[in-house]
T-cell receptor, first 113, second 113 residues
Framework: DAGVIQSPRHEVTEMGQEVTLRCKPI?????LFWYRQTMMRGLELLIY????????DSGMPEDRFSAKMPNASFSTLKIQPSEPRDSAVYFC???????????FGPGTRLTVT | AQSVAQPEDQVNVAEGNPLTVKCTYS??????LFWYVQYPNRGLQFLLK??????LVKGSYGFEAEFNKSQTSFHLKKPSALVSDSALYFC???????????FGTGTRLKVLA
């Protein structure tokens, strides 16, 4: 299995631009999570889906952030418009319901100038 | 409310010595407990988990963890540290009634040659 796949691995954009991060979970997993990691705030859960349905989006910072999961094999996290304070590493993770643990992707390093 | 605490920001240990990275938790219901490791510029990697059964859990790279229900702790241990164990370690808990994982703030382990 290829594991959780994220793209792009690095993204540099200017303030005000739209950014879309992509994630392909491990086949057969039915939960998907988006996290953000910064030095200041550590690892933050933004949103998670179960069976393609958003369950908890209380970690989404503001309306500029949105996430979708149109099918079991694909999810996006969109930031529109982006701001310099959004600069961080964004991780996608997937898991089974049974609680056997999450599997993380390699992350997308976002830099907003 | 569910929470995980890692009381030490950093742990230093000499190579060859035993290491312990501490974690305490607070959840309602039965906890599912996990340890993850993060190397620089990488995603989090699963080390081990406790769901039920034997309180001493063995995981990857020679690590083990001891579940202590009375002390609500799940400390990570290794009998003999290697320089290559130097990384950031995260403890996490999943309440058995939800899909959400709560992560600690992380402990940086530094193994000195």
């Amino acid at each position: 299995d290829a594991g959780v796949i994220q793209s792009p691995r690095h993204e540099v954009t200017e303030m005000g631009q739209e950014v879309t991060l992509r994630c392909k979970p491990i086949s057969g997993h039915n939960s998907l999570f988006w996290y953000r990691q910064t030095m200041m705030r550590g690892l933050e859960l933004l949103i998670y889906f179960n069976n393609n349905v958003p369950i908890d989006d209380s970690g989404m910072p503001e309306d500029r952030f949105s996430a979708k999961m149109p099918n079991a094999s694909f999810s996006t996290l969109k930031i529109q418009p982006s701001e310099p304070r959004d600069s961080a590493v964004y991780f996608c993770a997937s898991s089974w319901d049974s609680g056997r643990g999450q599997y993380f992707g390699p992350g997308t390093r976002l830099t907003v100038t | 409310a569910q929470s995980v605490a890692q009381p030490e920001d950093q742990v230093n240990v000499a190579e060859g010595n035993p290491l312990t990275v501490k974690c305490t938790y607070s959840v309602s219901g039965n906890p599912y407990l996990f340890w993850y490791v993060q190397y620089p510029n990488r995603g989090l990697q699963f080390l081990l988990k406790y769901i039920t059964g034997d309180n001493l859990v063995k995981g990857s790279y020679g690590f083990e963890a001891e579940f202590n229900k009375s002390q609500t702790s799940f400390h990570l241990k290794k009998p003999s540290a290697l320089v290559s164990d130097s990384a950031l370690y995260f403890c996490a808990v999943r309440d058995s009634g939800t899909y959400k994982y709560i992560f600690g703030t992380g402990t940086r382990l530094k193994v000195l040659a």
